[in-house]
T-cell receptor, first 116, second 116 residues
Framework: AQSVTQLGSHVSVSEGALVLLRCNYS??????LFWYVQYPNQGLQLLLK??????LVKGINGFEAEFKKSETSFHLTKPSAHMSDAAEYFC??????????????FGRGTQLTVWP | SAVISQKPSRDICQRGTSLTIQCQVD?????MFWYRQQPGQSLTLIAT?????????ESGFVIDKFPISRPNLTFSTLTVSNMSPEDSSIYLC?????????????FGPGTRLTVL
């Protein structure tokens, strides 16, 4: 089974500062990797994903993430935070449709606060 | 992606009663999933809704408590039966498209359930 660790349940940054949200996973095979964002009182929205190919993936709202196999990491970054980025962020992995077809494993989430 | 709607968006229910949550997708999808998000927690998969057959439940979730239907490729329901305050959560459905590889799931807006 997969497991996902998000370091830091809460991250606070100033507007304009770099955003870095950490995600590490454990997997017996290279997984598919995802970041989702959840704004207050809303469902989850897909930010970006890595399946194959280029390890640096760009998503919506200026976010990007880099798959580092050697570090089993998929950290999410944004060069300059905006107030509207304040939300809960979830990292998720799948096992590429193995024995648990389609199953996503979620991290515990990181609440991002952006200060003016 | 897909446009996913859920009904109701929120509800307040008395203990011992049941609530059925509907999930409607604007296109045919292969996989539909139901998740629970307890207050301040990450997402926990309840079951995978299979079209034309019984749902596949995760450990800790049983059909008697969470009966699921999936009569066609665009619709599913989740019933929370004999509710108790511990069932107060956000319930989310998600879908996976057959033509989009990589186990990508898109989420509905969620149903906020409060049990008194």
């Amino acid at each position: 089974a997969q497991s996902v660790t998000q370091l830091g349940s809460h991250v606070s940054v100033s507007e304009g500062a770099l955003v870095l949200l950490r995600c590490n996973y454990s997997s017996s095979v290279p997984p598919y990797l995802f970041w989702y964002v959840q704004y207050p009182n809303q469902g989850l929205q897909l930010l970006l994903k890595y399946t194959t190919g280029a390890t640096l993936v760009k998503g919506i709202n200026g976010f990007e993430a880099e798959f580092k196999k050697s570090e089993t990491s998929f950290h999410l970054t944004k060069p300059s935070a905006h107030m509207s980025d304040a939300a809960e962020y979830f990292c998720a992995v799948s096992d590429r449709g193995g024995s648990t077809l389609g199953r996503l494993y979620f991290g515990r989430g990181t609440q991002l606060t952006v200060w003016p | 992606s897909a446009v996913i709607s859920q009904k109701p968006s929120r509800d307040i229910c008395q203990r011992g009663t049941s609530l059925t949550i509907q999930c409607q997708v604007d296109s045919q999808v292969t996989m539909m999933f139901w998740y629970r998000q307890q207050p301040g927690q990450s997402l926990t998969l309840i079951a995978t809704a299979n079209q034309g057959s019984e749902a596949t439940y995760e450990s800790g979730f049983v059909i008697d408590k969470f009966p699921i239907s999936r009569p066609n490729l665009t619709f599913s329901t989740l019933t929370v039966s004999n509710m108790s305050p511990e069932d107060s959560s956000i319930y989310l459905c998600s879908v996976e498209h057959y033509h989009e590889p990589g186990d990508t799931q898109y989420f509905g807006p969620g149903t906020r359930l409060t049990v008194l």
